[in-house]
């Protein structure tokens, strides 16, 4: 299982930071990550860490803005959110998967329920 929490209220510029907490076999996984979905809009692509190496990958949106990290020793991700601007208001869902290790969200197996981030102007 997967759940992600640390969504909220923000301001223009403000930061956040995100948790995804997994158990269970979900944890020995390949990559995890964070996808997101604005209102009115499809779901998209925003950060992946793969245990390998533990290398990153951003969408262009949010690079250098955001910062995906982990700890094993709290089965836990995390994403740094800084200089959060009004387009990253959406609901975040965290993600992983045991062999896939792209940007492809219709390749991830396992899905968190998500948590909302609001950022007003």
């Known amino acids: 299982q997967l759940q992600a929490f640390g969504g909220g209220l923000v301001q223009d510029g403000g930061s956040l930071r995100l948790s995804c907490a997994a158990s269970?076999?979900?944890?020995?996984?390949?990559?995890m990550g964070w996808f997101r979905q604005a209102p009115g809009k499809e779901r998209e692509f925003v950060a992946i860490?793969?245990?390998?190496?533990?290398?990153?990958t951003y969408a262009d949106s949010v690079a250098g803005r955001f910062t995906i990290s982990r700890d094993n020793a709290k089965k836990t991700i995390y994403l740094q959110m800084n200089n959060l601007k009004p387009e990253d208001t959406a609901v975040y869902y965290c993600?992983?998967?045991?062999?896939?290790?792209?940007?492809?969200?219709?390749?991830?197996?396992?899905w968190g329920q998500g948590t909302l981030v609001t950022v007003s102007s």
């Open positions: 860490i793969r245990w390998r190496g533990s290398t990153t």
């Open positions: 269970g076999r979900t944890w020995s996984t390949n990559t």
């Open positions: 993600a992983a998967d045991g062999i896939y290790n792209g940007t492809d969200q219709s390749r991830y197996d396992w």
